[in-house]
């Protein structure tokens, strides 16, 4: 369904079956736009009464901890199963079809960003940034309730009611108390934090116009930017900007609050403004050191030295091990979106990253079921190149019956499977600070496993470029061999550069 398709039905809706029709209407649209109709399968009226209660809380939500930039963690709630997500998802394909955020909501909109933001503050002699405390949380299920019930969405009371349900989570204090509030990490959560601030938006612009200043808001950050200083903690402006927070239901955290003057470094939501929008020098460094080792010494080196400074620095990283070529690349197109696709840094660093990535497929390395050996060293050089260890291991029966069956499985099931089981072999070893898992060919015999001397451990790509490590005999692949590596200058190579 299109956007004004979705639009006309919503405001139709009378009933929860209204509700759940529409629902199951874009799911299957969407579903058959993707050549996947065969695997359609509708929500349940049983589907919606569950999960558009809070109190069901153990099958709607998790939690977990992010690092934030500025110390400590950040607490997380996001759907805990698949039929909750997409749920969630329809329900925000909805709120974007009849809703568009106020000219000063920067977040979580189509064709605004943090460029977009930063942009309207470029120039100024003064930057003012404040930031609201416990932003989601501080919105209650009530308050998000009595929104949708007005314009654009006017929904009924029946379907706010399921709405507000399913987008809220229900939260136990530290008294003992439980309140209902918006979850930081559900879809639905952004967009409804951009209805909830149109009023804040709408009054908060008038007290910039009034001062002649310029206003505008990503989620929980607010910035203002003007030629004068009007922001003296006991002026007008200050009083009035409190005020108005207040009376909206938000607190001010004053840990965040801070003014930056011309001659200093002036940022908003991360990215420098002045005369020009400027991402940091660290960050084009981290880029261009990453290239450089990865050039001279390889992949496997740059992700070894690398990777646990970008994982430390970067808290929201997904779990699991993302890959470095990815990693770069997404890099690259946010100092592209920042700087211009022009800027002669950008186009310096994307040269680099694209003949690196060209040696990912060089057909000469690459075998005819489309796997590409991209680097290849013997093992005893890469434990010795990364001060790690190589160990093949083999599943056991009893291994495999207690991770892939029940624990309720008979002792006749147990013992069929045992008799069935076929031994997997795999190698670990640690890079990068984490655990990494290689493939073992299959070539590779029991004896050979205990002579390192005669193995080599090769960084692949399959068809698709997805990465993984392989365990081999050294003559079993012939790709050129690589070049030898002097470690004293490896190391003191990398000393100058994280240094």
Known sequence: MDKNSIAKAAQLLETKEDLLNLLNQIKQDEMAECGMSDKFYPFTMKHLNYYCNPNNSFHRYKQFKIKKKSGGFRLITAPRNQSFILLLRYVNEIFKAVYTPSDYAMGFTEERSVVTNADMHKGHNYVFNIDLKDFFPSIHQARVWKRLQLKPLLFKQPIANVVAGLCSMKEKMEDGSVRYVLPQGAPTSPIITNMICDNLDRRLAGLAKRFSVVYSRYADDITFSSMHNVYHPSGEFIKELRRIVESQGFIMNEDKTRLQKLGTRQEVTGIIVSDKLNVSQKYVRDIRNILYIWRKYGYATAFNKFFPRYKETKGHVKKGNPDMVNVLDGKLMYLKMVKGEDDSVYLRLKMQFDELCNSLHDNTRTTQHGITYVETLPVLEFERKNNTAITIVTTK???????????????????????????????????????????????????????????????????????????????????????????????????????
């Not at 005669?454 to 050294?474: E, P, T, Y």
């Open 397 to 499: 029966p009893k291994e495999f019956y207690t991770v892939h069956t029940p624990q309720e499985a008979t002792e006749d099931t147990q013992k069929s499977n045992s008799e069935n089981f076929i031994p997997h072999r795999y190698a670990s070893f640690k890079l990068g600070g984490r655990m990494q898992k290689a493939s073992v060919n299959k070539s590779l015999t029991k004896e050979d496993e205990d002579r390192k001397e005669l193995l080599s451990i090769s960084n692949c790509r399959d068809a698709k470029g997805k990465l993984f490590w392989l365990v081999h005999r050294s003559d079993k692949v012939t790709v050129p061999p690589a070049q030898p590596v002097d470690l004293d200058e490896l190391n003191d190579d990398l000393d100058k550069l994280l240094n």
